[in-house]
């Protein structure tokens, strides 16, 4: 648990000192106020983001780094800073540096409540995909790592692709790119099994939720691959769909493509629930990734609920607040609350 957190140059903050931190915390501001960054610094530390905005945008104006500390309540200090000339993280535990590989053991992960979140549903697949690859990152070590190295990996053969269909490359050329492709595609369908099958098992405890006697719920992923057969598949379907990629310049399937839904009596939930039902499914698939990343780290995550609480009706709510009782969690809202807190105004 953090029991005190420092922020120097972050954002609008010159120098913030918040202390006396407890398992539940309130940050009460009016709107414009500059409360998300708050649970931004938080969620840094846990190699994760709210805004997703780069280390520059986050450095104060006027100044070239910013510093971020936070005291656990076993009294370790953790800190991490960005120098905006020289580009430079630094990762510290008790003022001593160390590696971010170690830096991501000793964090606490976080779960993060936003708005948009209970749109997920509705918008982009790209917001269901970051959903996964967020919970997946919070939950192994390694794979952010591999995420950013598929990503230059479709680059590159995209880049080759190109070349081949302008006659600047020969064919044979995408081979070296299709295997590294190949094998990182692999790597991270391993993971997303993992979590794909864990929703699968754990979405029927949904049912509660309806207003009707529900009698199936289902967690459907749309991919190519079997789970079985992962490596092969990839293979075959980029052998056989090769000159298609040429003339498109691109890989138009696998992970960065990939998309699931869910099925409620076999009709996907955003056709058929109410927007408030939708809400109650996407808030314990947000429960859902906390017990998750609790099973595979043996660490309590830290909840960020971000102004989430006015989309919220009184019903959804309490759901909520029941459920986060045993988390450390922070709340930013334009209202006080009767609950004990801390508030921050």
Not at 2 to 15: A, D, G, P, Q, V
Not at 111 to 139: E, G, T
Not at 267 to 289: C, N, Q, V
Not at 292 to 315: Q, R, V
């Amino acid at each position: 648990m953090i029991t005190e957190l420092r922020l120097i140059n972050f954002r609008n903050f010159s120098e913030l000192k918040l202390d006396w931190l407890e398992k539940k915390n309130f940050i009460v501001w009016e709107n414009g106020k500059w409360k998300t960054n708050i649970l931004e610094s938080i969620s840094l530390l846990s190699n994760n983001s709210i805004t997703w905005l780069s280390f520059d945008e986050l450095v104060k104006r006027w100044e070239d780094y910013f510093f971020i500390e936070y005291l656990k309540q076993d009294w370790n200090k953790v800190s991490f800073s960005y120098t905006k000339e020289k580009k430079l993280k630094q990762f510290m535990l008790n003022n001593k540096k160390i590696s971010k590989k170690k830096f991501n053991q000793i964090t606490s992960k976080c779960v993060i409540f936003s708005p948009i979140i209970m749109n997920m549903m509705y918008l982009s697949p790209n917001l269901r995909r970051s959903f996964l690859d967020d919970l997946l990152k919070s939950s192994f070590e390694d794979y952010d790592k591999l995420l950013t190295s598929y990503k230059k990996i479709i680059k590159h053969r995209n880049k080759t692709l190109k070349n081949i269909a302008e006659c600047k490359s020969s064919k044979s050329e995408i081979n070296f790119w299709n295997e590294k492709f190949i094998i990182e595609a692999t790597r991270i369908y391993k993971y997303r099994f993992k979590i794909i099958n864990f929703l699968k098992s754990t979405i029927d405890s949904t049912k509660e939720f309806f207003s009707w006697k529900v009698e199936n719920i289902e967690f459907k992923y749309s991919t190519k691959v079997a789970e079985e057969n992962v490596e092969q598949d990839i293979r075959d379907y980029l052998e056989k769909n090769l000159d298609r990629d040429i003339i498109i310049w691109r890989t138009p399937i696998w992970p960065h493509v990939d998309d699931f839904e869910i099925l409620v009596d076999w009709i996907h939930l955003s056709h058929f629930a109410s927007r408030g039902e939708t809400k109650s499914m996407i808030l314990w698939l947000k429960l859902l990734e906390w017990i998750f990343i609790e099973k595979m780290t043996a660490k309590k995550p830290i909840l960020l609920i971000d102004d989430l609480l006015s989309e919220l009706d009184n019903s959804h709510k309490d759901m909520l607040v029941k459920k986060i009782e045993y988390y450390q969690t922070f709340i930013t809202s334009i209202s006080k609350t009767e609950d004990k807190n801390i508030i921050i105004t």
